[in-house]
Structure formats: structure tokens, C-alpha cells
């Protein structure tokens, strides 16, 4: 594994100018010391083993100039396709598509949401802190858009629950607790609006019935005659969500 050294430690730059991130990176393959900088303003010196800080030192003295010209220019450069983090969501179940950027920022990560569009703004070399801030944002989103839509699919179907709540797991798409809190996944959202529905339904059905019996099977098929293949489809559903949901 290549080393990565903090520049603080080798005292070649000052807090007060010191780029978002950057660091030096021995390589076996390295012939001469070089440096890059890349989109958001992340410089990599890469150095050949054995190189001591001295010799690091007088290599990003003699490319300063060159160095801070491409960080000013590079800084707040948005980045083409930053794996894993998604350039578009698509939420099938509201029929909502929303294009992605990403934009350099040092006060901390934020996303905004303005005309189907959400702008990432944070550190471009953190992509799990980016990350972070869009499964949050998805939860916000789920909860506002699932929330009601359950409340009109309770009005529709004459039940009543209590409270809803909206997580983001690998295992359940829904749950219904004795108290009448309906549990949401927010991977719902990936799914087809017909199947998104069936869950409500299934769901809402547990507040009248608190197991699977024929009599369940029964008041869902009332609601929702074609629950066989929207089961089917759900249990199936993982194939619609995106990696970076569950990362
Ligand atoms: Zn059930």
C-alpha cells in the first residue's frame, strides 16, 4: 500500500492556504516526484520510495506557483462522474427525476433541492460524507412525499394508524407495530407506484388484522386485487435501488 502523508506533518504548506485535502504518496512505480491537482482543488504529490521530506519539500517549492494557479482554477471546478455518488435519481414511484451536481465547498456539506435539480455542495474529496448528505436528503424526501400518500391510501381504505416513520434498510420493506406505527422503507421510492401502494395496503391491512391469516389475505385483496404479482415484484424490488442507498 502506497503511504499517504498529511502535508501538515511535513510543514510544506500553512493552514491558512492549505488546500481542502492533499497528500504525498510514495510509489514503487514512481521515476521522479510529481503532482497533481485535481477537480475541487485535491493536490497528490506522488514521490518514488525512499524520497525524505526535504527532497518533497523542494519539489512543491519549486511548483508552487504552478500549484496554487491550478487549485484557484480547480477549486471550484464541479466534478464529471464521482463513483459511487449518483449523477441522477430516478424515483419511480413518484414518476421524479432529479439531476445531480456536485460542487467544491469548504463550511461544511449541503444539499438543495430547486426545480428537479440537487446541488451537493462539500468537500469532493470525501465521497462518503457526500454520500451521507444525499441518503439524508432521501430520507427528508421519503418521509414528505410517503407520508401523505399513506394517509390518502388509510382515508381510501377507511383504517387508521397512528404514526409513520421512514428508515433505510436491506431487509423489510414495511412493518405495521401493535401500537399503529407503520414503518417505511425509504427504497420504496425506487419501486413502481403500483407496488409502493401494495406495501400501504399490506401495511395498512396489519391494522386490522396483526398477522398473516386468510382473513388478512382477504382485506388485502379487497383493497388490492392484484396483490399476488405486486408481492411478487416487491420481493423483487432490491434490483431497483441504487447502490449508493444502502452503501
Ligand atoms: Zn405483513
Not at 511548483?63 to 487549485?71: G, L, S, V
Not at 441522477?88 to 439531476?99: D, P, V
Not at 422503507?185 to 391469516?213: D, G, K, W
Not at 405486486?230 to 449508493?244: K, N, T
Amino acid at each position: 500500500m502506497p503511504a499517504a502523508a498529511p502535508a501538515g506533518q511535513l510543514g510544506l504548506f500553512d493552514a491558512r492556504d492549505a488546500p481542502p485535502e492533499w497528500a504525498v504518496r510514495q510509489s514503487a512505480r514512481a521515476r521522479r516526484l510529481t503532482v497533481k491537482v485535481f477537480p475541487g482543488g485535491r493536490v497528490e504529490v506522488v514521490v518514488p520510495r525512499g524520497t525524505g521530506p526535504v527532497a518533497v519539500a523542494a519539489f512543491v517549492s519549486r511548483h508552487r506557483d504552478w500549484i496554487d494557479r491550478k487549485i484557484a482554477e480547480l477549486r471550484h471546478v464541479v466534478v464529471a462522474p464521482l463513483e459511487p455518488l449518483p449523477r441522477e435519481i430516478e424515483f419511480q414511484a413518484l414518476g421524479e427525476r432529479w439531476a445531480v451536481e456536485y460542487q467544491a465547498a469548504t463550511s461544511g456539506t449541503r444539499v438543495t433541492a430547486t426545480d428537479g435539480c440537487l446541488l451537493v455542495r462539500g468537500d469532493l474529496g470525501r465521497v462518503r460524507v457526500l454520500r451521507h448528505a444525499l441518503q439524508r436528503w432521501l430520507m427528508r424526501h421519503a418521509h414528505l412525499r410517503l407520508g401523505p400518500w399513506l394517509a390518502e391510501t388509510a382515508l381510501a381504505t377507511s383504517t387508521q394508524f397512528r404514526r409513520v416513520q421512514v428508515r433505510r434498510q436491506r431487509t423489510r420493506w414495511g412493518s405495521c407495530s401493535r401500537r399503529g406505527t407503520i414503518s417505511l422503507n425509504a427504497c420504496l421510492l425506487f419501486q413502481p407506484p403500483a407496488v409502493t401502494r401494495y406495501l400501504f395496503v399490506h401495511e395498512l391491512a396489519h391494522t386490522v388484522h396483526m398477522n398473516h391469516s386468510s382473513r388478512f389475505w382477504r382485506q388485502v385483496a379487497d383493497w388490492e386485487p392484484d396483490w399476488r404479482a405486486l408481492d411478487r415484484e416487491l420481493m423483487r424490488g432490491w434490483r431497483h435501488v441504487p447502490a449508493w442507498v444502502l452503501a
